[in-house]
């Protein structure tokens, strides 16, 4: 496959963490190429790295070392700036706990992405359809703590969606859910892949919900992915 035809492409990541008794190195040695529109799941033990190699991905932190190349342009080598008009335009992000903002709507929360560039009424439009494609034209003037699990989870994927991003970043997106709820995520993100061709890199520890995917990989400590 050519190098055009990846969309993200992590090579020799490392990631330590700080911790009490000194260094934690998370990450040694992670590499993954992730080819446009293609479905990547990432499976592994509990503290093995799995959110630690997402949020570099998602350019939410940084790398000791290795490189990540999003098309021609290297995130490591981005200033605060580049690497937030990164998050906010390329990549969408759906955590396991929604991450809603409390204070806000559904349709605030979705709006949020847009506003920034966009005028209001353009955002309200384009959350409003948004929350309908989620299935919550209902509910768009609901408070997160007046929503459901399955609810609250299908705000954060609108919200992940408003930028129409080539890239979806899932983190145990059905965790918290109950199997009927977890199985509408899954529907909705194979009904994403459908219309949008959105590539996505999902962390999960439910084999049913990697049904339909390019390729499973299991990360190994050191955060060396294999084929699963
Ligand atoms: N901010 C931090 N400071 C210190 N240690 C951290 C920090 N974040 C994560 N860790 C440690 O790094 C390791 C990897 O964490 P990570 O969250 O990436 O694991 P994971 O594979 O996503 O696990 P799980 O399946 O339980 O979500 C864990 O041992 C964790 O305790
Ligand atoms: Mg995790």
Redesign the pocket.
């Known amino acids: 496959m050519s190098a055009s035809e990846n969309i993200l492409h992590a090579a020799g990541l490392a990631k330590s ?3 009490g008794r000194g260094q ?1 190195e ?1 990450l040694h040695d992670c590499s993954l190429t992730l080819a446009k529109h293609e479905r990547v799941a990432i499976i ?10 997402l ?1 570099l991905l998602a350019g939410l932190d940084r790398a000791d070392r290795g490189s990540i190349r999003f098309g021609e342009r290297r995130l490591d080598a981005m200033g605060e700036a580049e690497l937030a008009a990164y998050r906010n335009q390329h990549v969408g992000m759906v955590f ?1 706990f929604y991450h809603l903002l409390p204070e806000f709507t559904a349709l605030e929360n979705v709006m949020m992405p847009i506003l920034i560039g966009r005028d209001i009424s353009t955002a309200q439009h384009r959350a409003a359809d948004l929350l309908e494609e989620v299935g919550l034209g209902e509910r768009r003037h609901h408070f997160p703590s007046q929503m459901s699990g399955g609810e609250r989870q299908r705000v954060a994927i609108a919200r992940a969606l408003a930028s129409d991003p080539e890239i979806l970043l899932a ?2 997106p059905t965790g918290n859910l109950d199997h009927e709820n977890g199985l509408r995520v899954m529907d909705i993100f194979a009904g994403l892949h459908e219309r949008h061709r959105t590539a996505m890199v999902l ?1 999960t ?1 439910n084999p049913e919900l990697v049904i339909g995917f390019d390729r499973v990989l299991n ?1 190994e400590p050191g955060g060396h992915l294999a084929a699963a």
């Open positions: 963490y700080q911790s934690l998370v592994g033990q509990s503290g093995v790295g799995k959110s630690t190699l949020h396991q983190d145990e962390v520890h990360m």
